[in-house]
């Protein structure tokens, strides 16, 4: 049971909907089998129906537009076996019920057409490309062949067409969602990959207006200190070669300092940060008491467990709560739906290590509907 449920906590919320559509049409099917063979007034139709239905289930199951993942079929062959079934029951029905001459074996051929008929509506025709024209054309064919030997030619047909209409708007309008649920988990994803593209490029920018002046003015300089070198003006030119060491080393200490601030991290930032980003991914974050209760010294390293537990979040969950609770004791990240294995995260690692340094311990706890940080520190 445990390793059923830390699968079912690693699948996404797009994927899960998925699964749970396709289910929800399988029990759909399996509920009218069981409701026909139930009702059945002859016992020769029950096999009929369950084999049809059996059929049905399959041929959904073998769908790609309702796979778990949109378009991988874990048993494509189960498609054209399917078909085939109801194919053949539907073929068979109808030379029984033309040819035979015992009353029951013919209502047994009819029940097995008109069978055959409405699970190929639910499970094969909504996924065709001229599913409307086949739809009308099964209805009145299995109306002609199975309803006029009993007069009820048209009386069949609007049934088959109601039936089937209603089984094909049904499955489309299913489909229709999981594309929507498919393009938000996609938004998702690409709005986070765009807050990480947006970072660099400020980062980009601020290294080309921080160094990239400073940098023109040595190659200018650098020119000026040659030509004045070539023409004889050496006092001249080493002056210049003095301002171009002087402006390297400006820039380095320029670059330094972008580059420092950059990875210099600030608490309440890294917090913002975090809701920000958790967002963007579907997962909203809780955060209980603040930042002024962390000691000062602490600052730094909490910043850090929040970027790395953010970071672990997005990467090894399909988390859609997250707490994160400050306080002068220590500090603590929690997070549901965790991915089932821990693994050998180097990201963990290194905090373990700046904690260390700091005097501060980490500890995980894993289980199966939660994964959380817990961090302690020494306060005097």
Known sequence: MRRWTAWWHELSSATKFRLYSRLTLQAAIVTVVAAMALSASSGLSIPVIVLGGIAAVAAVEAQPDLATRRGVVARPWLLPLATATLAGLWGIGAVVSLLATDERIVDTARAAGGFATMFAMFAVVPFVRHRWWLLIGLALATALVFGLPQGAAPQAAAVFLGTGFFAVGVTLLTVWGLGIIDELDRAKLVE????????????????????????????????????????????????????????????????????????????????????????????ELVVEGDAAAVPPRFHEVAAWVVREGTTNIVEHSAATTATLALGGAGMSLRNDRPHAAIGARSGLRGLAERLTAVGATLDVDAIADEFTLEIHWETM
């Open 192 to 283: 986070a990959e765009l807050q990480v593209a947006e970072e660099r490029l400020r980062f980009a920018r601020d290294l080309h207006d921080v160094v990239g002046r400073g940098f023109s003015a040595i190659a200018v300089k650098s020119e000026l200190a040659v030509a004045l070198s070539r023409s004889g003006q050496h006092a001249d030119a080493e002056s210049e070669m003095e301002a171009v060491r002087m402006l390297a080393v400006e820039s380095m200490g320029a670059m330094r300092a972008l580059v420092r601030g950059y990875r210099d991290i600030d608490l309440r930032g890294e917090v913002a940060g975090a809701r920000s980003l958790l967002s963007a991914v579907g997962c």
